[in-house]
């Protein structure tokens, strides 16, 4: 027997109302605004959309954001999955996981100034205090700069950062699922000879397969988005842009809201497809609960 | 490899501490080669950011915003998510899907109308406007969390309630809420850190101002002017990172919990 009717629509409104206020209508408000001029008052149709979509320093950044969305994908779900296997069979597993886990818990900001410093610069022949530059030195590299080469060794950095900052967080979903096969399928594929390699490979990794999925499903929405690490770092310089950090300068630097919005629905729309293949799987999740 | 993960964090922390010469001079490994000579180690970069650069009230300004803004989400939250488990109403399931679609929404998509709305009402630069975006922003993640939690519950524990005449609402605050503690402390902890380490929307709806910055806001202006002056830098970000990795460190499990129960289950 369930209770509904007014008592339901009672604990639902505010929810409603309020993700009807921030989320759905702006959602469909920034539609519409990206098809006018800067201030909002004329239509324009697609004109927006043309000047970003030719525009180079717009083009700069879809660049970087693919850039992104590859290394920073593969580089979480990677690197998370490697940890989680390898975790797994040290003695401080725990400390260990906390310790890879800690920066989710460091704002992008705090993250931004600590590799800032580890990036820093000195010419070479004075004592290097940046980390990874004194690296270079004792392999006897000159030190780098980092954030400043383009096009690939600034957004390697800045990428960097991120996977950094997330390999925690895939490391941990990865290693709930690796923890959940069945370690006889493991053993029996061990006793029948198959090397550690294969029974990574043709076991381990098809059992947690829809976990990965889903991974790799978050970080792609997270890239998407990635504002944070670029606009303390280098604020789009050198070569370095990303969409949601053009998307903040068109509107506060420039006060162009038209295409401002434009960029929103762009964003957007690189992320529905993503959203449609969640909620099918969400509805055949449903289905079988 | 959990060793190079903390490596910059480290050398975050051991900067913060040293004289602002040395931390301009020499990298922060050399302090390992005499760890116990104290004249090398100093408090002054943290009275100074402290002090002179208005940290204390950035800090202070953080708490104000993350506090309303973690509770108030949390609870509207569980009230939709119960209705959502156990209350029946036309267009249950499809509500929910709409609900859980706007979890990828960009928040890019939301700020050009909204901060038109709060300029021509006020709330722009307003701690209320940035509780209440912070809710609504926070809220499909919330509902969902907790409609899995409360959905895990005992159905004929809401039955047996309802035949000895509760109504919704006391079988929501007497037994749903108070059994559902481990998936509160976890969003909680979610909240509490998104808020807290949120840059974007306090930049959006603030402005840069410094009476009402978090701290996320003062130290990216720091970053901005005082681009090389790491002693200051270091003690600010690190001064920033206090509570949070304080909160990871005492409340881990929940948060482990919490990341399990939104990502795995989803």
């Known amino acids: ?289 | 490899m959990a060793l190079a993960w903390v490596l910059p964090t480290l050398g975050l922390l051991v900067s913060s501490l040293r004289p602002a010469p040395d931390v301009a001079r020499t990298g922060w490994w050399t302090v390992f080669a005499n760890p116990f000579d104290l004249t090398r180690w100093t408090l002054a970069n943290y009275r100074h950011v402290l002090g002179q650069q208005g940290l204390a009230q950035a800090f202070l300004n953080s708490f104000i915003i993350t506090v309303p803004a973690t509770v108030l989400p949390i609870l509207v939250a569980s009230f939709a998510a119960f209705a959502f488990a156990w209350l029946d109403f036309p267009g249950r399931s499809w509500l929910f899907l709409v609900v859980v679609g706007f979890l990828v929404v960009p928040l890019q998509m939301t700020f050009v109308p909204i901060l038109k709305i709060y300029s021509e009402t006020g709330l722009a630069g307003t701690f209320v406007g940035i509780w209440l975006a912070h809710t609504g922003y926070g809220l499909p993640f919330a509902v969902y969390l907790m409609r899995n939690f409360f959905g895990s519950l005992p159905g004929e524990l809401f039955e047996s309630a309802y035949i000895d005449g509760a109504s919704p609402l006391s079988a929501f605050f007497r037994l749903a809420l108070p059994m559902s503690t481990p998936a509160l402390a976890s969003l909680a902890i979610f909240q509490f850190l998104w808020v807290w380490n949120d840059l974007l929307v306090a930049l959006i709806y603030l402005g840069g101002g410094a009476r009402t910055g978090p701290l996320t806001l003062k130290l990216s202006s720091l970053v901005g002017s005082y681009g090389q002056e790491w002693h200051v830098l270091t003690a600010a970000a690190f001064i920033s990172m206090l509570v949070p990795v304080a909160l990871f460190f005492a409340l881990q499990r929940y948060f482990v919990r919490g990341i399990l129960a939104g990502a795995v289950k989803g």
């Open chain 1, 1 to 289: 027997m369930r209770r509904g009717g007014a008592w339901a629509w009672g604990f639902v409104a505010p929810a409603l109302l309020l993700i009807g206020f921030y989320l759905a209508y702006p959602t469909v408000q920034t539609i519409y605004l990206s098809f006018m001029d800067r201030r909002s008052e004329h239509f324009v149709g697609l004109s927006n959309y043309v000047r970003l979509l030719t525009s180079t320093a717009m083009l700069t950044a879809f660049r970087n954001n693919l850039l992104w969305l590859v290394v920073f994908t593969a580089g979480t779900v990677g690197l998370g999955l490697l940890m989680a296997v390898l975790t797994d069979r040290v003695r401080y597993e725990a400390a260990a996981k906390a310790l890879i886990f800690l920066p989710m818990a460091i704002s992008f900001v705090g993250a931004g100034v600590i590799w800032k410093f580890m990036y820093a610069y000195q010419p070479p022949g004075v004592p290097q205090i940046g980390l990874a530059n004194q690296v270079m030195v004792m392999l006897g590299q000159q030190p780098r700069g980092w954030l400043v080469e383009r096009p690939w060794v600034n957004n390697l950095a800045l990428i960097a950062v991120g996977v950094w900052i997330w390999t925690g967080f895939a490391m941990v979903v990865l290693s709930a699922a690796y923890k959940a096969i069945p370690k006889e399928l493991l053993e029996a594929a061990r006793v029948d000879g198959a090397t550690e390699w294969q029974v990574f490979w043709r076991i381990s990794l098809p059992v947690i397969q829809s976990t990965v999925a889903v991974v790799a499903t978050t970080m792609i929405i997270n890239v998407l988005k990635v504002f944070d690490i670029v606009y303390v770092m280098t604020n789009g310089n050198f070569g370095t842009e990303v969409m949601a950090n053009r998307m903040y300068k068109e509107m506060f630097e420039y006060q162009d809201f038209g295409r401002a919005s434009a960029i929103a629905v762009i964003l957007f729309l690189a992320i529905v497809p993503i959203m449609l293949a969640n909620i099918r799987r969400f509805r055949r999740q449903e289905a079988t609960r």
